[in-house]
């Protein structure tokens, strides 16, 4: 079992940063490829960017390509999201989840899920 919280959510002006992070606790945290998801009111969840275990490969939806970074840090169980340039079409809940396969694009990959983070951007 693996227990992931997220933070740092919040209500941000278009062209503005935020950054997310997920703590990870109950297995080895470098075990497992992490992704950040979200979703946004009436649409299906869709990948934002995946991390290998390593952090030596990353995979990002182009919509955030430029503007988003992935990071983690393993000795601290932690994967990091910097958003900068924000849009209102960012606007959703932001999940992570870890996958013990090691890498996944897909959210059926996913093993375990945080409750997720409120991400809003005002134009």
């Known amino acids: 079992q693996v227990q992931l919280v997220e933070s740092g959510g919040g209500l941000v002006q278009a062209g503005g940063s935020l950054r997310l992070s997920c703590a990870a606790s109950g297995r080895t945290f470098s075990n497992y490829g992490m992704g950040w998801f979200r979703q946004a009111p009436g649409k299906e969840r869709e990948l934002v960017v995946a991390?290998?275990?390593?952090?030596?490969?990353?995979n990002y939806a182009d919509s955030v390509k430029g503007r988003f970074t992935i990071s983690r840090d393993n000795a601290k169980n932690t994967v990091y999201l910097q958003m900068n340039r924000l849009k209102p079409e960012d606007t959703a809940v932001y999940y992570c989840?870890?996958?013990?396969?090691?890498?996944?694009?897909?959210?059926?990959?996913?093993?375990?899920w945080g409750q997720g983070t409120q991400v809003t951007v005002s134009s």
């Open positions: 991390i290998n275990r390593s952090g030596g490969i990353t």
């Open positions: 989840a870890v996958t013990s396969t090691g890498w996944s694009r897909a959210p059926a990959g996913y093993d375990y």
